[in-house]
């Protein structure tokens, strides 16, 4: 585990996939905090315990090399303080975002992100030591001192990033520099959550709709044409007014990356995010390649969308109406617990009975509130406490899903910490994803399964279709996007909102068969990257798209009752950080990301769910 930086990867957001509250729903969930902290006050004793043990760090620097004893003794104070301060910061991170418009949870979780980078500070002679001690000895101290063994990995990991580790005052200097680097990030959620103000429209049945993030995300897939494109003409028209302002702020967080990079001697902005995780380059290139290789069966799926619902010129505010309308009843979060525990049965006792536990609990935050982070997310890293969800839910089929998809996490994290220490119990995105959207894909063969009619199985064939649109093709896409604009960058470039907006523009038409007639993309729709918050975290995207291609790996030998590869499955969930992601799925499982075979699954799938579809709409003629 890489001390300096694991902090924020427990914090898996998710794309923004929930709306506005439903009345009818009486059941809500509020989380209950007191099991990190018993009140705000234990909080502070926590912050100043930490600001104490900070002026101790320095004690343990020039101790490494003394003995195989001095270093276990290092390590150990240093994990453990970084383990409070997980703690921590995730309390006040939890407090803000249940509502970000309070002042005094925005100052706290300044505070805890102030000391975060101080403790980087603090400890970032911690890698340059390491290196200098030497790999014989590192490796002779973790034969002689058994206390060592927690943090083997994270020592070879340091040893291997040798070539990208600067001396001990520059290192220093980029920790210094931590916090300024963030600020795009944190600019972007102020504006998208708090500071935009949010239009209304009144739709073709008088309803009042405001276009907030989660408004949008509710009302884009509403059945009349005409108002879908109201709300796309209106909420992209929105972002459009703040684009400069956008496009300075998602500049600023390239040119952060772009600096990193370079003062690290890395190459470029990819290879140090795919070095990070032990990635081989071609996992990336391979992925883009299929997905590119792919587009006609993304652009038979758009086509069939254009029959289903009855439009010949289909354009990009077509993409998200479900494909047939069906009633399916509300799904609140009672119905979402039950069908979830439903649909992950094939898991087996072990996982249903970590699932049964986390869902008799107070350990999330079920529905949109006034102020409220949107989207999803589930945060793991507190590690002698249970992980957290949050969740915008809607009560509707996509709320379901999303529920399913965060506590895939969720069982992730718990399995992770049963089999490993704090020290390897952070586990890469790469693989946590493929935790959750494996969730999903059971989840949408349960509910194809169950359904009562041919319209309600169109729909969720219909949903399952759109779960690899989104994730698969519109993930890559934004791969894509992001390399782009770091290369861009990376060529002595500048990055305007307008030039973001032609970049960003090509690659829609590409993807969506603008020219070749499939879908047409507006102009004034190319804004739409201003809207992305996973563009703050480089090269996150990516990792969507080779989840759902592994999920759909595991899953199809998973549907076809291979018992081994489903203990395979769990075994990977269990090895947490143990290894580099890529080691772990082709050492436990015999999935090798890099090969073109991996992706085949989830081509497959999406051609079986448009066969399924059409032979239903055949023989209703």
């Given at each position: 585990?890489?001390i300096a ?24 969930y ?13 909080w ?16 343990y620097?020039?101790?490494l090399g003394d003995s ?11 994990s453990?303080?970084y383990k ?53 000895t590192v490796?002779?101290?973790i ?39 963030s ?23 008088g309803?009042?709709?405001e ?5 949008y ?23 459009q007014?703040?684009?400069?302002g ?7 967080e ?5 600096f ?5 001697n890395?190459?470029?902005?990819l ?14 290139t ?26 010949e ?22 119905r ?5 525990f ?8 072990e ?16 529905h ?14 507190a ?44 586990y890469?995105?790469?693989t ?9 894909i ?18 969720y ?24 604009i ?14 973001l907006s ?26 739409e ?21 592994g ?8 549907l ?6 489903r203990d395979?499955?769990l075994?990977?969930?269990r090895?947490?950080?143990?290894d580099?992601?890529?080691n ?23 051609v079986?769910l448009m ?11």
């Amino acid at each position: 585990m890489r001390i300096a930086t694991f902090i924020l990867s427990f914090l898996l957001v998710l794309p923004a996939l929930t709306a506005c509250a439903q009345e009818s729903e009486p059941e809500r969930y509020e989380w209950d905090l007191t099991d990190l902290y018993a009140s705000v006050d234990d909080w502070e004793a926590a912050f100043t315990d930490l600001q104490n043990r900070l002026q101790d760090v320095d004690d343990y620097r020039g101790t490494l090399g003394d003995s195989a004893q001095s270093m276990s003794e290092a390590l150990g104070f240093i994990s453990d303080s970084y383990k409070e301060l997980t703690r921590m910061y995730i309390y006040t991170n939890l407090r803000r975002d249940a509502d970000q418009r309070v002042a005094e949870e925005q100052t706290r979780f300044g505070r805890a992100m102030q000391l975060y980078t101080n403790w980087g500070e603090a400890t970032s002679w911690l890698n340059p030591e390491i290196l200098s001690v030497g790999t014989e000895t590192v490796n002779r101290y973790i034969d002689e001192e058994p206390a060592l063994a927690d943090f083997e990995f994270m020592l070879q990991d340091i040893l291997r990033m040798a070539p990208y580790t600067l001396d001990e005052r520059t290192e220093e200097i980029l920790a210094q520099a931590s916090m300024m680097m963030s600020s795009p990030q944190q600019i972007y959620q102020m504006y998208a959550n708090a500071d935009i103000p949010w239009p209304t429209v009144t739709l073709s049945d008088g309803e009042e709709a405001e276009l907030t993030q989660a408004g949008y995300t509710f009302y884009r897939g509403v059945e009349n044409r005409d108002d879908r494109k109201l709300v796309f003409d209106t909420f992209w028209d929105t972002w459009q007014q703040y684009a400069d302002g956008m496009g300075a702020t998602l500049a600023g967080e390239v040119q952060a990356n772009v600096f990193s990079a370079r003062a690290r001697n890395y190459d470029s902005v990819l290879q140090q995010n795919l070095f990070a995780d032990g990635l081989p380059p071609e996992i990336y290139t391979q992925l883009v390649a299929q997905v590119n290789d792919a587009l006609p069966i993304f652009h038979r799926y758009l086509e069939l969308r254009g029959r289903m619902l009855g439009v010949e010129d289909l354009r990009y505010y077509d993409i998200y109406p479900p494909l047939v309308e069906v009633e399916t009843g509300e799904f609140g979060i009672e119905r979402s617990k039950e069908i979830t525990f439903e649909a992950l049965r094939p898991f087996g006792d072990e996982y249903l009975g970590l699932l049964e536990e986390g869902l008799a609990q107070d350990w999330m935050h079920s529905h949109p509130q006034a102020g409220k982070r949107s989207g999803a997310y589930m945060s793991g890293g507190a590690y002698d406490v249970h992980p957290y969800i949050l969740l915008n839910h809607n009560d509707d089929y996509n709320s379901l899903s999303t529920f399913a998809h965060e506590w895939g996490h969720a069982v992730h994290t718990m399995l992770a910490k049963q089999d490993n220490p704090w020290e390897t119990a952070d586990y890469s995105t790469f693989t946590a994803e493929m935790a959750s959207t494996i969730n999903e894909i059971l989840l949408e063969e349960y509910m194809i399964a169950n359904a009562q009619t041919d319209e309600e199985r169109l729909y969720y064939l219909g949903n399952a279709l759109e779960s690899i649109r989104g994730t698969f093709y519109r993930q890559t896409m934004f791969a894509e996007f992001e390399l782009e604009i770091h290369e861009t960058v990376e060529s002595g470039e500048p990055l305007t909102g307008s030039s973001l907006s032609e970049i960003y523009g090509d690659l829609l038409k590409r993807y969506h068969g603008h020219d070749e007639g499939v879908l047409t993309i507006d102009d004034a729709y190319a804004v739409e990257w201003a809207y992305i918050p996973h563009f703050y975290l480089d090269f996150y995207v990516f990792q969507y798209a080779t989840s759902i291609t592994g999920a759909a790996w595991f899953a199809e030998k998973f549907l076809a009752g291979d018992v081994q590869v489903r203990d395979d499955f769990l075994d990977v969930l269990r090895a947490g950080g143990s290894d580099y992601p890529h080691n772990i799925l082709l050492n436990e499982a015999g999935l090798d990301m890099t090969q073109a075979e991996a992706y085949e699954p989830v081509i497959r799938r999406m051609v079986s769910l448009m066969d399924r579809i059409e032979a239903i709409l055949d023989a209703q003629g």
